[in-house]
């Protein structure tokens, strides 16, 4: 069977993409794990946005390490690293660049383009919800369409390229809550938690000492973009993707039936969130060794993927219902693929 | 080996497991049906047989009748066995439910489901491949796995009510024809022999009849209530005047309650003919004005209210008008009298024309222009009261109500944000402790602090009954607000 439908060096090819996509995860994951201790699952969500193509919305409250992992990932990655502190003053023209009038070395001037630091690979952005919503949306055609246009200048963004912004759920004075234009760009949005017990231990240890450990750069660009175009590359079928859409749909209260999502939800996901959904799905498989997503593996994602697409009505957040209880809701009463029939 | 060939084989291993699965899928019709005609029969039954006993009520069913009860009853039966299992026959599971069933028996990752797919689409690339492959193994690994199917819950006492209640009524549709018989027999004699029984079931019937009539009250009695409750009224709100305007009222209530009720409504017309109703007059229930009195002439209320000047000069006229009576009668009435009303506009006019006079010369403002000060108390619905909303500052509706919600209920209520469609999180709902690694809710730091004091305002904490009603009146109250704005 095997032989007569995939010739083995077709079966051997593809195996080779598993394999090798399943060790550079694991290799950047420990190199990341050097420093930043505990916590599994956020950097492996973290990873799989990086290789799925998407921004990552990180947040918890202070102390927690945010920055720090994602300082991590940047030195564990060869790419071009630029920061953004956000702060309420910050402008639009501080992010994207803006024409800057330059004295030329025969003394003459000339308007250039100064580029702000959003034209990088691996963009921090720090505290994002203290920036004012103008300076927030200047990052939405840089994150949607990966460039920036200043004038009559459009300049691509280079390639790889991801943000990770980090915001901070309590001291919710002085910010900006994201817009849902914005909020909608991130692919996953991952919670800090505070690490277990047993983790304290090695965080002081990393920390409080002479030295802290190095980080060695693992991947590099070409390699991200190789593993981007494998996770592209796994199949999903129709009945999976039918499951997708149906949890989907099951978040939107219009098209919904479960009462949770009538009374508690304003906003459903939209379908960027389908397809959000579907190529973490696909990173999930590869990592599992699998070429075809599973409902299982939506599963495992449908957490980070939508939790920041459902907008909850008024009557809910006076209720405390969050939105990690729809979404666990429409997790539970959505029949996958085996259960329909 | 193409595609096609790949769906040819994996049918055929499919195939088992498709036959399986329609028999699984019909037995659940079955007991769909089962669990339906055991309601539906029963009351197709007993709602035809009322039919017939309300044709014919004293006599025996008709064979015509009955056979129509029981065909109904076996017409509703056939009706629930084609309902649910009228389709599964006509329609047999599809392969993909079959693979999708197979799936769901041990395979987590859907591999078959997704191998009959990707094949069916002719999928070429080397993933495609891979996983049709994977998918055909998992098949020949798991096709003979065996499966169920999700049926709902078992609703045996349901059918066994359904199927009793069926037998019960059958027996009483078998056996009523004899029982009727009897029944006709018997009232037949008796009417025949004894017609004094006729009498005494007509009296009956009659004694029934009066039974469910309600009692009927008669006119003037209605009217006597309405008027002893009007009198108590005017007692209660007599208590809470001065004394000497209880002392009033006091000496008018010898008059008696109508009497009491006319001077409610204008003592001076009261004082000016006391003669008119007579002072012995002690039945207990008060008669209204239009019974006791048809001829009387018509009330000071309605001279009053007719003519107000003529009201103003009788009161003039008496010399020296009681003020307390005056007093108690505008306060009764909710009027204003008309002369301090003019009193009160010459008085401001004539002040307004004497600030005009000093404004010119740079003096001081006109006083007649100020504005209230604005209300800075914190009321529980937020609402300003009645001053101007001209004034400076202070808090707005929504700022004055999302405080008083936050702080004396401790609620979490969120406020609007304008201009922005995301909503803004109350301070109370944003101070969120952050989650443990094992954590799966939130808590905020107002519960996890329990309940006691910030800095020296006490923290109140209303028990959860409370909370349930301030948090329904809250949200109530902030929907029809952002309603508002959005209109």
């Known amino acids: 069977m095997q032989e007569s439908l995939c010739t083995p060096e077709e079966w051997k090819e593809g195996q080779a993409a598993i394999d090798a996509f399943k060790e550079t995860f694991v290799t950047l994951r420990d190199q990341v794990r050097t420093q930043f201790i505990g916590q599994g699952a956020l950097v492996d969500d973290l990873l799989s946005a990086l290789f799925a193509g998407g921004h990552v919305l990180l947040e918890g409250v202070p102390g927690l390490g945010k920055t720090m992992l994602v300082r991590t990932l940047s030195q564990a990655v060869q790419l071009g690293y630029e920061r953004i502190q956000c702060t309420p003053d910050l402008m639009p023209a501080d992010i994207v660049g803006c024409m800057t009038l330059i004295e030329t070395d025969h003394g003459g001037h000339q308007l250039t383009y100064q580029q702000g630091p959003v034209v990088s690979n691996f963009v921090l952005v720090d505290e994002i919800n203290r920036a004012t919503p103008r300076t927030q949306s200047a990052l939405l055609e840089a994150m949607q369409e990966s460039q920036v246009t200043v004038g009559t200048r459009t300049v691509p963004l280079p390639q790889p390229n991801i943000f990770i912004a980090t915001q901070n759920p309590v001291e919710q004075e002085g910010t900006y809550p994201l817009p849902e234009a914005q909020i909608d760009r991130f692919m996953v949005k991952l919670l800090v938690r505070y690490p277990d017990p047993g983790d304290y231990h090695a965080i002081i240890d990393n920390t409080t000492g002479v030295t802290s450990p190095a980080i060695q750069a693992v991947v590099g660009g070409e390699k991200i973009l190789t593993m981007r175009r494998w996770v592209r590359q796994v199949e999903i079928s129709r009945p999976v993707l039918d499951y997708a859409v149906r949890l989907v749909v099951a978040t939107q209260p219009e098209h919904t039936s479960l009462d949770l999502v009538k009374e508690a939800v304003a906003l459903g996901v939209s379908p960027r969130g389908v397809q959000s959904l579907v190529v973490m799905g696909k990173v999930k498989a590869l990592l599992d060794g699998r070429t075809s997503v599973s409902c299982k593996d939506l599963q495992s994602v449908a957490l980070a993927t939508l939790r920041h697409r459902v907008l909850l009505s008024y009557r809910a957040a006076a209720q405390r219902i969050t939105q990690d209880q729809v979404v666990e809701a429409v997790l539970q009463s959505t029949p996958t693929t085996g259960h329909s029939a | 080996?193409?595609?096609?060939?790949?769906?040819?084989?994996?049918?055929?291993?499919?195939?088992?497991?498709?036959?399986?699965?329609?028999?699984?899928?019909?037995?659940?019709?079955?007991?769909?049906?089962?669990?339906?005609?055991?309601?539906?029969?029963?009351?197709?039954?007993?709602?035809?047989?009322?039919?017939?006993?309300?044709?014919?009520?004293?006599?025996?069913?008709?064979?015509?009748?009955?056979?129509?009860?029981?065909?109904?009853?076996?017409?509703?039966?056939?009706?629930?066995?084609?309902?649910?299992?009228?389709?599964?026959?006509?329609?047999?599971?599809?392969?993909?439910?079959?693979?999708?069933?197979?799936?769901?028996?041990?395979?987590?990752?859907?591999?078959?489901?997704?191998?009959?797919?990707?094949?069916?689409?002719?999928?070429?690339?080397?993933?495609?491949?891979?996983?049709?492959?994977?998918?055909?193994?998992?098949?020949?690994?798991?096709?003979?796995?065996?499966?169920?199917?999700?049926?709902?819950?078992?609703?045996?006492?349901?059918?066994?009510?359904?199927?009793?209640?069926?037998?019960?009524?059958?027996?009483?549709?078998?056996?009523?024809?004899?029982?009727?018989?009897?029944?006709?027999?018997?009232?037949?004699?008796?009417?025949?022999?004894?017609?004094?029984?006729?009498?005494?079931?007509?009296?009956?019937?009659?004694?029934q009849r009066e039974q469910a009539e309600p009692p009927s009250v008669s006119r003037p009695a209605i009217q006597a209530l309405s008027a002893s409750r009007q009198t108590k009224a005017q007692e209660a709100l007599l208590a809470v005047l001065p004394t000497s305007l209880a002392r009033t009222g006091a000496s008018q209530n010898e008059a008696g309650p109508t009497r009491q009720a006319f001077s409610a409504q204008s003592p001076s017309a009261n004082a000016a003919s006391p003669q008119e109703t007579p002072p012995s007059d002690s039945r207990p229930s008060a008669t209204p004005r239009a019974t006791a009195h048809p001829a009387s002439p018509p009330s000071a209320e309605e001279e009053s209210s007719t003519n107000p000047t003529h009201t103003r000069q009788r009161a003039g006229g008496s010399g020296a008008p009681d003020s307390e009576s005056r007093l108690k009668a505008s306060l009764l009435s909710g009027e204003t009298d008309p002369d301090s009303d003019e009193e009160n506009q010459d008085d401001l006019r004539q002040e307004k024309q004497q600030q005009r006079a000093l404004a010119g010369t740079g003096g001081q403002p006109l006083l007649s222009d100020r504005l209230g000060a604005p209300s800075r108390e914190l009321g529980l619905s937020g609402k300003k009261s009645d001053l101007p909303p001209e004034g400076r500052g202070g808090p707005s509706d929504l700022k004055r109500s999302r405080a008083t919600a936050t702080i004396l209920s401790g609620l979490p209520v969120p406020v609007h944000v304008k201009g922005m469609k995301q909503q803004g999180k109350s301070k109370s709902q944003a101070r969120a402790m952050p989650l443990g690694a094992s954590d799966t809710e939130s808590r905020s730091v107002v519960e996890a602090a329990g309940p006691g004091h910030e800095g020296h305002v006490r923290r109140y904490a209303p028990d959860e009954a409370w909370q349930a009603v301030l948090g329904r009146y809250y949200q109530n109250l902030r929907e029809s607000e952002s309603n508002q704005q959005s209109e």
Not at chain 2, 26 to 39: F, I, K, Y
Not at chain 2, 96 to 109: R, S, T
Not at chain 2, 174 to 194: F, H, I, K, M, N
């Open chain 2, 1 to 207: 080996m193409s595609n096609t060939q790949v769906m040819q084989q994996m049918q055929a291993m499919l195939g088992p497991a498709r036959a399986r699965l329609g028999r699984l899928r019909l037995a659940r019709g079955l007991r769909e049906a089962l669990v339906l005609g055991s309601l539906v029969t029963p009351a197709t039954l007993g709602v035809t047989l009322l039919l017939g006993l309300l044709v014919r009520p004293m006599g025996a069913l008709t064979r015509w009748q009955l056979a129509m009860i029981v065909g109904a009853a076996l017409s509703s039966a056939a009706a629930c066995l084609i309902l649910k299992c009228g389709r599964l026959l006509l329609h047999r599971p599809s392969w993909q439910d079959a693979a999708e069933v197979l799936d769901g028996a041990g395979n987590p990752h859907d591999l078959i489901v997704t191998a009959y797919d990707l094949a069916g689409q002719n999928r070429n690339s080397i993933f495609a491949r891979m996983a049709v492959e994977r998918g055909v193994t998992a098949l020949k690994a798991g096709r003979n796995r065996p499966f169920g199917l999700a049926a709902p819950s078992p609703a045996g006492s349901r059918i066994g009510m359904g199927l009793l209640a069926t037998l019960l009524l059958a027996a009483v549709v078998v056996l009523l024809p004899r029982a009727g018989g009897e029944v006709v027999t018997v009232v037949g004699t008796a009417s025949a022999d004894s017609p004094a029984s006729t009498d005494a079931s007509t009296a009956l019937v009659q004694a």
